[in-house]
């Protein structure tokens, strides 16, 4: 029988403290969530998963959508070392661990995930140097939360996609000013 991420999770959570407890007594919730993300994206595109801890939502993604590249960005080495096990356990050709701090990845990417990482200010500021004059951003955040109209020189846009009672699937296009001049 052929695993699952699902499947080494539940093997190696507790060991690993991958997920705090409320995440894994309400898994298929957030593996659901993360489902929603790769339905968002295009295909062929290259995903930078900020900051993704055990793997939400890149691992999702990359096991749904083979045609997505998943940047498995994490700089804890325990969960790094997770996710480099993960990856190669399952053979995902698609998916690639970066374990360190995404201000020494080098690579431009126009897709961001975003789940645990703080305010946009504070996320702008570790993408800056990736990020081409137009990129998007998936971000779940509480329906009571709404992106600035504009932020250190870019212009956002939001659509937003129930995700739960309180919670919203935020899909942001950043665009430079000067581009969208």
């Known amino acids: 029988m052929k695993q699952s991420y699902s499947d080494l999770v539940r093997t190696y959570a ?5 997920f705090g407890p409320q995440v894994l007594s309400e898994w298929a919730t ?3 969530t993360a489902q929603r993300y790769a339905d968002e994206l295009p295909s062929g595109t290259t995903l930078l998963d900020l900051g993704t801890g055990g793997g939400l939502p890149g691992m999702v993604i ?3 959508r083979p045609d997505v ?6 700089r804890r080495a325990r969960r790094a070392a997770f996710l480099k096990l993960a990856v ?4 995902f050709r698609n998916a690639h661990v970066f374990a360190r701090d995404v201000r020494q990845y080098q690579q431009p990417v126009e897709w961001i995930a975003a789940q645990a990482v703080g305010e946009l200010p504070i996320l702008l500021e570790l993408v800056r140097h990736i990020v081409p004059a137009r990129w998007f951003l998936l971000t779940r955040r509480p329906r009571t939360w709404y992106a ?16 739960d009672e309180q919670h919203d699937l935020v ?4 665009t430079a000013k000067e581009a969208a001049s």
Do not use: N, Y
């Open 148 to 163: 600035p109209q504009e932020l250190m020189g870019f212009r956002i846009t939001a659509r937003r996609e129930p995700l």
């Open 62 to 64: 990359a096991e749904s």
């Open 69 to 74: 590249t998943v940047i498995l960005c994490e």
């Open 14 to 18: 507790g060991t690993l403290d991958l």
């Open 171 to 174: 899909i942001l296009t950043f």
């Open 30 to 32: 957030h593996e659901a």
């Open 88 to 91: 190669a356990k399952l053979g």
